[in-house]
T-cell receptor
Framework: EDKVVQSPLSLVVHEGDTVTLNCSYE??????LLWYKQEKKAPTFLFML????IEKKSGRLSSILDKKELFSILNITATQTGDSAIYLC???????????FGAGTILRVKS | GAVVSQHPSWVICKSGTSVKIECRSL??????MFWYRQFPKQSLMLMAT?????????EQGVEKDKFLINHASLTLSTLTVTSAHPEDSSFYIC????????????FGSGTQLSVL
């Protein structure tokens, strides 16, 4: 059975801190891993990773995939209160685009 | 681009009634739409995959007669919760993709259903 495990489940940091969110996966015929940010309602897309070792960056956020060890990390530097959200990672199998989501990491950034 | 609209954003209904939730892709043709359910502080659980013009594929444990899905056009999918009960209270969210978007999904804003 395909599964995606995220850690930690929740995290509280202060503004300016750097955080690392973890995601490990076991997905049949794995094709890609996606990160989403969910604030109140709709998850918004952050990154899609398909190749090992290639870091993707968007402002203060970055992510990398390790296909050998079957995990990905999402880094957020100089955190802001607006980064408070649930961060979801999801794996996709080779065929179709059905995402298998992890339970999410609840991040709270205190001012 | 790639905007998905979901309606209503919240609904309260009496036990035994049916509720319809709409999911529309506003600026693209959605070849596939997905319906998820999310309990508080938990992740998104896929309920069913909906392809335009064909029957939805339900995940194990999801009752297809309870959760009716219709994907009549490339821009609209509906989820009807039939004979709703309090245990059906949850956050329901749809997502859609188009051929070129691959596995990247675009999410609607979700519907909070409360069954009294």
């Amino acid at each position: 059975e395909d599964k995606v495990v995220q850690s930690p489940l929740s995290l509280v940091v202060h503004e300016g801190d750097t955080v690392t969110l973890n995601c490990s996966y076991e997905v049949t015929n794995f094709r890609s891993l996606l990160w989403y940010k969910q604030e109140k309602k709709a998850p918004t897309f952050l990154f899609m990773l398909t190749s090992s070792g290639i870091e993707k960056k968007s402002g203060r956020l970055s992510s990398i995939l390790d296909k050998k060890e079957l995990f990905s990390i999402l880094n957020i530097t100089a955190t802001q209160t607006g980064d408070s959200a649930i961060y979801l990672c999801a794996g996709t199998p080779e065929y179709g685009n059905k995402l298998v989501f992890g339970a999410g990491t609840i991040l709270r950034v205190k001012s | 681009g790639a905007v998905v609209s979901q309606h209503p954003s919240w609904v309260i209904c009496k036990s035994g009634t049916s509720v319809k939730i709409e999911c529309r892709s506003l600026d693209f043709q959605a070849t596939t739409m997905f319906w998820y359910r999310q309990f508080p502080k938990q992740s998104l659980m896929l309920m069913a995959t909906s392809n335009e013009g064909s029957k939805a594929t339900y995940e194990q444990g999801v009752e297809k007669d309870k959760f009716l899905i219709n994907h009549a056009s490339l821009t609209l999918s509906t989820l009807t919760v039939t004979s709703a009960h309090p245990e059906d209270s949850s956050f329901y969210i749809c997502s859609a993709s188009y051929r070129e978007s691959g596995e990247k999904l675009f999410f609607g804003s979700g519907t909070q259903l409360s069954v009294l």
